[in-house]
């Protein structure tokens, strides 16, 4: 297997994105035989041939997976470009039966996942699953964030801005936007966030944390529980997906910024504090209409994609729409905050940490 990967990264050559071979006119055509069964043949044309959506390809923009500066070239070819975002569409234009199928056509677009093992995954789906669970993945769930991921560039006018350091802004989403994202980020299609300057220190948006074996060799319970949360998010929303169309609940993502002039002087100040009540019983996240607050990390979601499972990991996970904010917002400073509105709660859990279960 090595030697084989040792030859595709031989056969190509990128122009700072994921390279890959691209495949041949018959392979094509034969794929585009099945993508009907997951996105139809009108949707498709579409998905390759988007003129409504305005690519915008730089430092202060998120650069969409579905981008037409998104490109590589073949080492026996390095004159032309050839669009990522096609090879994404034609590797997963088949039918997926198995969990190793689909690690193979991630691999085929997405050169940071060839280094990642994908046997967390192959071990929640195969032996922590039970068969019937197993079949829904594959005729019910997966089939849907496929679908849901290559609806990205009709679900976008444009790419959307980057909630830049010491700058206030806010972005809206719908929950569709929201779920292709993260449809888009479990199969690895978004390019390396590591080519922006700005958003370095939050690494990749992508769950490849969450499919790798752990050290002693297996899957930590509490990373197979993680996986259950993502699937039952997208499980619920395709039992939705008739009316996730015209859904009007939107998804805010707004930075704020303190300017020193505004900064209380805590030292010198002889301002009381206001009443404050205290409950020793409950959690955050079942108190309705509120606002909850967390301080754990500069970066959104602390460890939530790698192995991170405490109190800000976890509210990321059972509301996995605020992961949204891990790929539009650049860290916070010690004056700024962010505020996420509109995100729903789709899973329970018990326990805490390593003993973090789903429910």
Known sequence: EKEKEKEKEEEEESDGTDPYDASTEEEEEDALMTIDDILGENDLKKGMDTPSYKDIWDEVHLRMPCSESYTYRLRTDKTNNLSRWAQIISSLDQKFESSFQLEEAIHAYCRRARKSDFEGLHHFLNEILTESENHRFFVQILPFIIKTALKLPDLFKESPDLLLKQRQAQLTFTKLQVAS?????????????????????????????????????????????????????????????????????????????????????????????????????????????????DFANRVLGGGVLSHGCLQEEIRFVINPELLVSRLVACPMDDNEAVSIIGSERFSNYTGFGHTFDFD
């Open 181 to 293: 994202l993260l449809a888009n980020a479990f199969l690895c299609t978004f390019p390396p966030l590591s080519d922006y300057s700005s958003l370095q220190e939050g690494g990749e948006f992508d769950f490849l944390g969450w499919l790798r074996i752990g050290r002693r060799g297996s899957l930590p319970d509490y990373q197979a529980a993680k996986l259950h949360c993502l699937f039952h998010y997208f499980k619920t929303l395709s039992r939705r997906d008739k009316t996730l169309t015209t859904n009007e609940e939107l998804i805010k993502v707004e930075r704020h910024v303190l300017a020193p002039s505004d900064s209380p002087d805590w030292k010198e100040s002889k301002k009381l504090l206001s009443p404050l009540q205290a409950f020793d019983d409950g959690f955050i996240e079942d108190q309705p209409s509120s606002i909850q607050v």
